[in-house]
């Protein structure tokens, strides 16, 4: 089952902090995010693993709730350049399941 | 080094043509993946190889569609006959083994008339 993002579209100033949220009808055991800008491929950001290791983007972070049934993302200090679509996709098998993607909009 | 590299990049064909999607992995990756992707239905993972063997093709829509990869440099998507639902971006995506992170190409955009 698809996975839930939330908020679908934000728009941020430059600067300004965003949090995606990533829900699951199932426990979520490790997670990729990525990140598709317009008419492009996706491209890995990070991926957060179940122990709670972060693994990829420097400026970007993740976490899961208590229940582990929904990640979030963080974004601090966004850049024009963190204007895209961002996609959780948690890992269940050796299968990804993108979710349904938020819009990030960042303007000046 | 090179990406993953998929042709065509733009498809227009007819309702009932036959229609062949390529794709070359990056060197050295042993997983490869097709996946569509549309506004309705977002990401979707239509079939995953691993060491060029089919592991799941659960997401394959109907039997008009296949899948092929006869060698570790080459995949191949083929819808037969091809519909206008069938239209969207098909991605081809690598990755190597105890590596956690998907390589996408830059898709194939299908337009069935």
């Known amino acids: 089952q698809q996975p839930v993002q939330s908020p679908q579209a934000v728009i941020l100033r430059e600067g300004e902090d965003a949090v995606i949220n990533c829900s699951s009808s199932?426990?979520?055991?490790?997670v990729h995010w990525y990140r598709q800008k317009h008419g492009e491929a996706p491209v890995f950001l990070m991926i957060l693993l179940k122990g709670g290791e972060q693994k990829g983007h420097e400026k970007i972070s993740a976490s899961f709730n208590e229940k582990k049934q929904q990640s979030s993302l963080y974004l601090t200090a966004s850049q024009l350049s963190y204007s895209g679509t961002y996609f959780c996709?948690?890992?269940?098998?050796?299968?990804?399941?993108f979710g349904t993607g938020t819009r990030l909009t960042i303007i000046p | 080094d090179a990406g993953v590299i998929q042709s065509p990049r733009h498809e227009v064909t007819e309702m009932g043509q036959e229609v062949t999607l390529r794709c070359k992995p990056i060197s050295g990756h042993n997983s490869l993946f097709w996946y569509r992707q549309t506004m309705m239905r977002g990401l979707e993972l239509l079939i995953y190889f691993n060491n060029n063997v089919p592991i799941d093709d659960s997401g394959m829509p109907e039997d008009r569609f296949s899948a092929k990869m006869p060698n570790a440099s080459f995949s191949t998507l083929k819808i037969q006959p091809s519909e206008p639902r069938d239209s969207a971006v098909y991605f081809c995506a690598s990755s190597l083994a105890g590596d956690i992170s998907l390589h996408f190409g830059n898709g194939t955009r299908l337009t069935v008339t």
């Open positions: 996709a948690p890992l269940g098998g050796k299968k990804l399941t």
């Open positions: 199932k426990a979520l055991y490790s």
